[in-house]
């Protein structure tokens, strides 16, 4: 079974333009949570989807977006960057056990941003 | 809110000794999940081993294992028999048992160095 896969592994933007990161969860799994992961502020939980619907978001300005598509990948954007952007963005996806709860996260590789 | 305190930025151990990893979490939450996840210089998140809060008995996988003291509110991960391959960033993690969905809080992770 193939693991979560984020795309593109790396980016260079430059200060103002918007960005967007891919996932495609584990075959099967309905859930994606995305984080943003710096050296000062570790990792911070963005968003999650559940069935093309956010579930959860977390405290990022609304430059910071994301949805889901019917086959459950992925998407966040992040509009007007900020040099404060730069930062690894994890994604994880999980199996919902039909009684509404999640199975543990598993995650992708991430998505390395550098806004210059 | 909940928060997750991991008070060691790093740890090292000899190679075959034993480690442990501390950590601490304050919810007003009965139910909940404690999770530890290791990332390696690859990035990839990877679950080294999961605790339910209901379950008394201290989970274990292989060389892994916890010692969960809800009461104290502390969550340490003890590694045996420490080989190189376990050198990383280790992150304690608390997901909320009432929400159905996969929101994770992160403490700051302990960077473990196995010398050889």
């Given at each position: ?8 592994r ?16 584990i ?29 959860n ?10 949805r ?49 | ?40 210089p ?75």
């Amino acid at each position: 079974k193939a693991g979560v896969t984020q795309t593109p592994r790396y980016l260079i933007k430059t200060r103002g333009q918007q960005v967007t990161l891919s996932c495609s969860p584990i075959s099967g799994h309905r859930s994606v949570s995305w984080y943003q992961q710096t050296p000062g502020q570790g990792l911070q939980f963005l968003f999650e989807y559940f069935s093309e619907t956010q579930r959860n978001k977390g405290n990022f300005p609304g430059r910071f977006s994301g949805r889901q598509f019917s086959n459950s990948r992925s998407e966040m954007n992040v509009s007007t960057l900020e040099l404060g952007d730069s930062a690894l963005y994890l994604c994880a996806s999980s199996h919902n056990n039909g009684e509404g709860m999640n199975t543990e996260a598993f995650f992708g590789q991430g998505t390395r941003l550098t806004v210059v | 809110a909940q928060t997750v305190t991991q008070s060691q930025p790093e740890m090292s151990v000899q190679e075959a000794e034993t480690v442990t990893l501390s950590c601490t979490y304050d919810t007003s939450e009965s139910d909940y999940y404690l999770f530890w996840y290791k990332q390696p210089p690859s990035r990839q998140m990877i679950l080294v081993i999961r605790q339910e809060a209901y379950k008394q008995q201290n989970a274990t996988e292989n060389r892994f294992s916890v010692n969960f003291q809800k009461a104290a509110k502390s969550f340490s991960l003890k590694i045996s028999d420490s080989q190189l391959g376990d050198a990383a960033m280790y992150f304690c993690a608390y997901r909320s048992g009432l929400d159905a969905g996969n929101m994770l809080t992160f403490g700051g992770g302990t960077r473990l160095m196995v010398k050889p």
